[in-house]
């Protein structure tokens, strides 16, 4: 299995330029989700998918748009890059857990994009 | 919200040190996860704990949950260069159906 797997891994774009980043998986993982993680910090979400057909909003998700056509694809789309866009983003699939005391889940990371917007 | 603080968010220190970074949260988690992630790649998990009160180790690392499934620690024995890297946490809720993450703690081990 190869994972997570994201592309591109490094992309400069101008202001107001849009691009998509791509995410799969191969684990047929039902939950997907997108995060951004600026220098020195930590993650904060952009979008989530519970599955194919079903997106819903983060902690972040002005300036971008998901779309989940199928279990293994999540791409992330920037309509009108702006410099508070620069960050690395990671692309994640989960999958949960659940017996008679506890769920628990499990997040798989993709390798990221690191993306500058001048 | 359910929030999950870290502290310290920066630690460094030299090889052979131990040390304890704490993932805390006034709301109760199903489980807890801890992730390392290096410099240029994305987290990896650790290791995930249930029950409060639980222990797990991991070599060098030991992990706890606390009784009421609020916080967790991990404690590093020994530190050698290897383990630098940031070290978060993330609980996962089942009511909420999601995981929260920590801001994370960055951590350095200087040879």
């Known amino acids: 299995n190869a994972g997570v797997t994201q592309t591109p891994k490094f992309r400069i774009l101008k202001i107001g330029q849009s691009m998509t980043l791509q995410c799969t998986q191969d684990?047929?993982?039902?939950?997907m989700y997108w995060y951004r993680q600026d220098p020195g910090m930590g993650l904060k979400l952009i979008y989530y998918s519970v599955g194919a057909g079903i997106t819903d909003k983060g902690e972040v998700p002005n300036g971008y748009n998901v779309s989940r056509s199928t279990t293994e694809d999540f791409p992330l789309r920037l309509e009108l890059a702006a410099p508070s866009q620069t960050s690395v983003y990671f692309c994640a699939s989960s999958y949960r857990k659940a017996d008679r005391v506890r769920s628990q889940e499990t997040q798989y990371f993709g390798p990221g994009t690191r993306l500058l917007v001048l | 919200t359910q929030l999950l603080e870290q502290s310290p968010q920066f630690l460094s220190i030299q090889e052979g040190e131990n040390l304890t970074v704490y993932c805390n949260s006034s709301s109760v988690f199903s489980s807890l996860q801890w992730y390392r992630q290096e410099p240029g790649e994305g987290p990896v998990l650790l290791v995930t704990?249930?029950?409060?009160?639980e222990v797990k180790k991991l070599k060098r690392l030991t992990f706890q949950f606390g009784d009421a499934r609020k916080d967790s620690s991990l404690h590093i024995t020994a530190a050698q260069p290897g383990d630098t890297g940031l070290y978060l946490c993330?609980?996962?809720?089942?009511?909420?159906?999601?995981?929260?993450f920590g801001d994370g703690t960055t951590l350095t081990v200087k040879p």
């Open positions: 993330a609980g996962f809720n089942t009511n909420a159906g999601k995981s929260t």
């Open positions: 704990v249930v029950t409060g009160g």
């Open positions: 684990m047929n993982h039902n939950y």
